[in-house]
């Protein structure tokens, strides 16, 4: 029994041994054998190319030939490992991804894609510098593209990875540069080369063509830039941008100043640029050909996104200059003040005076005012501006001042978001004001003569009225001779027919009755 304990320890201890001997070695083995892309090729297979014309104005697409590409993927781990993701991308593209809850220990797959128009699009900037730099009178010239494709694999849910890029060749042909046509046999002499102008501007999408995600649609604008040169010739040039808030950026860019008609020369690039959400967009161009080299000023473009990425202007941040380069220009505000009446009372009388305002700035964003006016009047406040243009942006306000005696109101508008706080209005307007009978008619105020409210009257000359005529069928006044005076008879008719000429009584006014109030007069007779 000891002896059989004895041994059974010892192949215990054995057989330890040997686990711990398996562990190490497959401790060692764990990971990736290899991770690799091969390509595939044949004799007779198309290579995806971009094909490329003179317009005359230099080099533009004539046509994209996509063409398929053929690879092989290869992965593998260690016995105890599992591949659990594998994916496949040309050109930031997917184009292989392993499937879902397979977890192989090795793959071995023989891929074939296609390389598309889209795909070639991404190389258009490079073809056209390209060519306007080597493109040859007379014939076609032809250069490489490096089409990327990258794998990658990860091994027991990620928790190692590896990769391997393989790059695919595509072609860029380059058709025959134009000759520059001459006038005939008499030929002026070359004048040197050197940048007459350059000029750049933006276009615009009218509607929202892009999708840079699921559920957001955006506008696309392209810079174009255009070099005049005094002869066909090589032209450099950089191009600066900013896009919302992100830096300011650039690129030098090569480009072939060809003849566009009678001694004009020029070179056209053209730079696509997509948003993701509402930006605004800012580009500049300087030559770097001449000794004191020329520079357009900044242009701006506001693009709209809409859609769930969308809406909101990008912040321009610090000015978006942290890395140098060419300042972004600033703020600029011009204004214009209207000066008018509020409806209700009359021109003369003591009414409002309207202050309408306008602000006009070349950038977004409130803008802060200080407006002045005679009479003590001030205020000082922010306006927000809404878009009308590219790069203006109108804001507006108006105020009342109450007018109650003639004042000659003037106005002044300035502009306190700008250094120094410039007027950038002025306005001024007479506001007559006519006061009726004025206790007190000051110099500033028109005034008037006091309306007479009766007739003056005059004090009339009194005259006795003779005796009553004693005719027959005359009756004898019977009203007070103070209350009455005698005008016009006006005849009467008797019990016979026979008319009678009695005197006709009129009621005197008080201010007309002779003093005493006892006299009357006859309107019959002179006086």
């Excluded at 992965?75 to 594998?86: D, E, H, L, S, Y």
């Excluded at 009194?462 to 006044?477: F, I, M, S, Y």
Aim: aromatic content about 4%; some cysteine.
């Amino acid at each position: 029994m000891k002896t059989s304990t004895i041994h059974s320890t010892s192949s215990m201890l054995a057989l330890m041994t040997m686990a711990g001997l398996i562990s190490a070695t497959t401790a060692a083995e764990a990971g990736f054998k290899h991770v690799e892309i091969d390509k595939i090729t044949g004799q007779f297979d198309d290579a995806p190319s971009i094909k490329m014309k003179d317009s005359g104005n230099g080099y533009v697409l004539d046509e994209y030939h996509a063409a398929n590409i053929r690879m092989r993927l290869r992965a593998k781990v260690a016995v105890t490992n599992w591949i659990t993701t594998a994916i496949a991308t040309m050109n930031g593209r997917m184009i292989y991804t392993l499937p879902i809850h397979y977890a192989p220990k090795e793959m071995d797959e023989t891929l074939q894609t296609m390389v598309t128009e889209a795909d070639l699009a991404k190389f258009k900037d490079h073809a056209v510098s390209h060519c306007n730099s080597f493109g040859e009178v007379g014939k076609i010239s032809k250069s490489q593209i490096q089409i990327p494709v990258r794998f990658e694999v990860s091994r027991d849910n990620g928790i190692e990875q590896q990769s391997d890029t393989e790059g695919f060749s595509g072609v860029v042909a380059c058709g025959p540069r134009k000759e520059n046509k001459g006038m005939g046999d008499v030929v002026a002499e070359a004048p040197d080369f050197k940048v007459k102008g350059i000029a750049v501007r933006f276009l615009t999408s009218a509607g929202k063509p892009a999708t840079p995600n699921p559920g957001t649609r955006c506008q696309v604008t392209t810079a174009r830039v255009r070099v005049e040169t005094t002869k066909p010739g090589p032209v450099k040039f950089k191009l600066w941008s900013k896009v919302g808030s992100d830096p300011i950026s650039s690129q030098v860019v090569d480009a072939w100043s060809s003849f566009t008609g009678p001694g004009k020369h020029e070179a056209v690039f053209e730079k696509v640029i997509n948003v993701e959400r509402s930006s605004q967009v800012q580009v500049m161009a300087e030559e770097m050909v001449n000794p004191i080299g020329l520079s357009t000023p900044w242009k701006i473009a506001d693009l709209d996104c809409d859609g769930a990425g969308g809406g909101g202007l990008a912040n321009a941040g610090n000015n978006g200059n942290p890395g140098g380069g060419p300042e972004l220009p600033s703020l600029k505000v011009t204004g214009n003040i209207s000066l008018g009446t509020k409806p209700g009372n009359g021109p003369t009388k003591p009414r409002d005076a309207t202050v309408v305002f306008r602000l006009w700035a070349n950038k977004s964003g409130p803008t802060a005012y200080k407006l002045t006016c005679t009479g003590g009047h001030e205020w000082t406040g922010t306006v927000a501006t809404s878009k009308i243009g590219n790069g203006k942006y109108l804001g507006h306000g108006m105020k009342t001042v109450h007018i109650d005696k003639t004042t000659q109101l003037a106005c002044a508008m300035r502009s306190t978001s700008m250094p120094g706080d410039p007027v950038v209005a002025l306005a001024s307007k007479l506001y007559p004001v006519v006061k009726r009978n004025p206790d007190v008619a000051g110099p500033a105020d028109l005034s008037s003569q006091p309306r007479p409210t009766h007739k003056p009257s005059a004090k009339p000359d009194v005259k006795t009225a003779p005796a009553a005529d004693n005719a027959k069928g005359a009756r004898p006044t019977t009203k007070a001779a103070r209350d009455e005076k005698v005008g016009p008879a006006s005849p009467k008719r008797t019990d016979a027919g026979r008319p009678v000429r009695r005197p006709l009584v009129i009621k005197a006014a008080t201010a007309q009755r002779a003093p005493g109030g006892k006299e009357t007069f006859d309107v019959r007779k002179p006086h």
